[in-house]
């Protein structure tokens, strides 16, 4: 009797392997949506629409981007959290909701380590400080200086309460112990818009939302946050190298899939993801946005979203920010 149930239950399993291994070869079947938690243009968008794109051509499906825009990309997240875990909504992951979000919204419908299965990060975005006319300094050390001499004068501008570049910015004044005030709006082109303007004195962005402005000579570009400086402004310091050793930045972004997304789908996709990255015109493409190829496994980008989580949640705590 015991050899029967054991031959039966190995025989179950081998049946929901086949399943699974049926089902993974069959995907995708219907479209497929990559959410996006911000409006078309910027580094998530693009990347989603690039990926999109050549997924296409590396799967025989259909791959469809949707913008889900608010509350910091929250929005967009708890929809894709909530979604049927089957590998047909996946969500263009980044910092914001799937790093920061967790610590500084203290009624988060969706846990950013445990609501998700992650497929792959997918790019690095390297994030830079910006100024516009309010600040004479052309360089990081001259702008220190200026910010130092004049206390209470300069302001930083944000995307909004608690995103990325909020925090980049509470890094910053904190780590070299500046008075600026910290001005919020509601996205980064409104921010940039009045940075330019000389509304606000400068800001932290990325690169691929920068550039277009840095090369038209409308923002001035006085360092880059990231570890490394970036290919795109190869004579732009960090601000690790000039004023605060150790100071590190950068977005990044990801595929993740509703938690409970079979092994097999999420393989599948990362499989794909990584030959559409390995692409030299995908990647050249990329580098002419500001962006770095930053393929890897599922479980790589897991520990990543921890560590990441665990990084700015320290910075949020520290600085007292709290969502609105």
Same mark, same amino acid.
């Given at each position: 009797?015991?050899?029967? @149930?054991?031959?039966?239950? /190995? /025989?179950?399993?081998?049946?929901?392997?086949?399943?699974?291994?049926?089902?993974?070869?069959? !995907?995708?079947?219907?479209?497929?949506?990559?959410?996006?938690?911000?409006?078309?243009?910027?580094?998530?968008?693009?990347?989603?629409?690039?990926? +999109? =794109?050549?997924?296409?051509?590396?799967?025989?499906?259909?791959? $469809?981007?949707?913008?889900?825009?608010?509350?910091?990309? *929250?929005?967009?997240?708890?929809?894709?959290?909530?979604?049927?875990?089957?590998?047909?909504?996946?969500l263009m992951a980044n910092v914001g909701p799937n790093a920061i979000s967790q610590t500084i919204y203290p009624h988060l419908n969706y846990d950013? *380590?445990?609501?998700?299965?992650?497929?792959?990060?997918?790019?690095?975005?390297? @994030?830079?400080?910006?100024?516009?006319?309010?600040?004479?300094?052309?360089?990081?050390?001259?702008?220190?200086? =200026? $910010?130092?001499?004049?206390?209470?004068?300069?302001? #930083?501008?944000?995307?909004?309460?608690?995103?990325? *570049?909020?925090? %980049?910015?509470?890094? #910053?004044?904190?780590?070299?112990?500046?008075?600026?005030?910290? %001005?919020?709006?509601?996205?980064d082109g409104p921010a940039m818009t009045d940075v330019m303007a000389g509304q606000v004195s400068m800001m932290f962005t990325t690169a691929v939302?920068?550039?277009?402005?840095?090369?038209?000579?409308?923002?001035?570009?006085?360092?880059?946050?990231?570890?490394?400086? %970036?290919?795109?402004?190869?004579?732009?310091?960090?601000?690790?190298?000039?004023?605060?050793?150790? #100071? =590190?930045?950068?977005?990044?972004?990801?595929? $993740?899939?509703?938690?409970?997304? +079979?092994? =097999? @789908?999420?393989?599948?996709? *990362?499989?794909?993801?990584?030959?559409v990255l390995a692409m030299p015109e995908v990647k050249e493409k990329l580098s002419m946005l500001g962006a770095e190829v930053a393929a890897s496994?599922?479980?790589? #980008?897991?520990? !990543? @979203?921890?560590?990441?989580?665990?990084?700015?949640?320290?910075?949020?705590?520290?600085?007292?920010?709290?969502?609105?």
């Amino acid at each position: 009797m015991k050899t029967i @149930i054991k031959t039966t239950w /190995c /025989c179950a399993i081998a049946t929901a392997t086949l399943i699974a291994g049926v089902a993974a070869a069959a !995907y995708p079947d219907k479209p497929v949506r990559i959410v996006v938690p911000y409006p078309p243009g910027g580094a998530s968008d693009t990347t989603a629409r690039l990926l +999109s =794109e050549k997924l296409k051509q590396v799967t025989g499906g259909t791959f $469809v981007v949707e913008n889900r825009p608010g509350a910091n990309g *929250n929005i967009a997240a708890e929809m894709v959290a909530k979604s049927p875990a089957d590998g047909y909504t996946l969500l263009m992951a980044n910092v914001g909701p799937n790093a920061i979000s967790q610590t500084i919204y203290p009624h988060l419908n969706y846990d950013v *380590n445990k609501s998700f299965a992650p497929i792959g990060q997918t790019t690095t975005v390297p @994030i830079v400080l910006v100024a516009g006319p309010k600040v004479k300094a052309t360089d990081i050390k001259g702008l220190v200086a =200026e $910010v130092k001499t004049n206390p209470g004068k300069y302001t #930083f501008a944000s995307a909004g309460n608690g995103s990325s *570049n909020h925090l %980049v910015g509470e890094m #910053f004044k904190s780590g070299l112990k500046l008075d600026m005030m910290h %001005v919020p709006y509601k996205g980064d082109g409104p921010a940039m818009t009045d940075v330019m303007a000389g509304q606000v004195s400068m800001m932290f962005t990325t690169a691929v939302a920068a550039r277009p402005y840095i090369t038209g000579g409308k923002l001035k570009l006085i360092a880059v946050a990231s570890k490394k400086r %970036v290919p795109a402004f190869p004579g732009a310091p960090t601000i690790s190298e000039t004023v605060l050793p150790g #100071f =590190e930045a950068s977005s990044w972004g990801g595929l $993740v899939a509703p938690a409970g997304t +079979s092994a =097999e @789908i999420v393989k599948h996709l *990362n499989a794909a993801m990584v030959k559409v990255l390995a692409m030299p015109e995908v990647k050249e493409k990329l580098s002419m946005l500001g962006a770095e190829v930053a393929a890897s496994k599922p479980e790589e #980008f897991a520990r !990543y @979203i921890k560590d990441e989580t665990d990084k700015w949640g320290a910075v949020a705590k520290s600085a007292n920010v709290v969502a609105e």
